[in-house]
């Protein structure tokens, strides 16, 4: 087949909500602990696992034509690739990953520069030497293979960069946040020659807006009821909506038909007003996609 697109599948802590992301968006895929080359129900694709740390260099080579990968580890490995769009999987995390810079509660280090001449431990060593040579700062950067926390507390460094997301595992180990040095959340990445080909890249589109479409729809539920005419207003000043309720006419003209988008929360709270004032038939629904 001449139109076909590899895709990346991340490996991993995202392995099985992008399986259910592209489940939503319209796309079957069937994963097996014995093979690295996940089965997808879309015979213009062929689908690989491939750990989101590695991701970026196989899309820069070409092995790939697409991926998700981690912007963080886009930019460790400075990878030459096109960022498509971002992926914000608010299943997995609802805060986005931050790199941010770490010491011991009691060390003298207020800011970056006070670190020259010193040693730093991270997963991220690539982006971090850069961090560092950007700003002027000579510093030693040493690989971690984890446990990179436990290496400033016992004094094998003097500063480690070190991913979180709320901070407090940092802080209750004892140590003091000096600065972020970086936001990070799942990004889709192409190959450059990839998206200069025209059927690839209107293939790429449609995965990235259906991938995005079924994104927004998670929280997301549909709500419908019937109301009098009279109350319809009233009704329709307590719904929060993406733009408008949608009202439409039914056979009975004292009535009218009300549909809307809302946060799933909200539900809870809104129906029992919603009956006081003269609602009947309300339906809820779950949404796959909000384009």
């Known amino acids: 087949m001449n139109n076909l697109l590899k895709f990346g599948i991340p490996k991993g802590s995202l392995e099985n909500a992008t399986v259910e992301l592209f489940k939503k968006a319209g796309w079957i895929i069937s994963l097996s602990s014995r093979s690295y080359f996940p089965a997808i129900d879309d015979e213009e694709m062929k689908c690989n696992l491939i750990r989101t740390q590695e991701m970026s260099k196989y899309v820069e080579k070409g092995t790939i034509d697409v991926g998700i990968a981690g912007r963080d580890w886009v930019m460790e490995n400075d990878s030459d690739v096109v960022t498509v ?3 914000i999987y608010s299943k997995v995390s609802r805060r ?5 810079l770490v010491v011991t509660g009691d060390s003298p280090v207020q800011c970056a520069e006070d670190l020259k001449g010193k040693t730093i431990s ?3 060593v690539g982006f971090t030497k850069r961090y560092f040579a950007e700003r002027n700062i000579p510093v030693s950067v040493e690989f971690s293979w984890g446990a990179t926390e436990a290496k400033v507390v016992e004094g094998l460094c003097d500063a480690i960069v070190e991913v979180t997301e709320t901070g407090s595992t940092i802080r209750a180990n004892g ?12 990004v889709i990445i192409a190959n450059k020659q990839s998206w200069e080909d025209p059927w690839k890249r209107r293939k790429i589109e449609q995965i990235a807006t259906l991938l995005q479409a079924a994104l927004r729809a998670e929280n997301m539920v549909g709500l419908k009821m019937n109301a009098p005419k009279d109350k319809a207003e009233e009704i329709i000043r307590m719904l929060p909506s993406l733009n408008y309720p949608t009202v439409s006419g039914l056979y009975n003209e004292g009535w009218v038909s009300i549909e809307s988008v809302l946060n799933e929360k909200e539900v809870r709270n809104i129906i029992p007003e919603l009956i006081r004032h003269g609602a009947e038939g309300i339906i809820e629904y779950p949404l796959n996609k909000i384009i």
């Open 85 to 87: 769009c971002d992926l």
């Open 96 to 100: 986005p990953a931050q790199w941010v």
């Open 122 to 124: 991270t997963e991220l």
């Open 175 to 186: 140590l003091r946040i000096v600065e972020t040095l970086m936001t990070s959340n799942p």
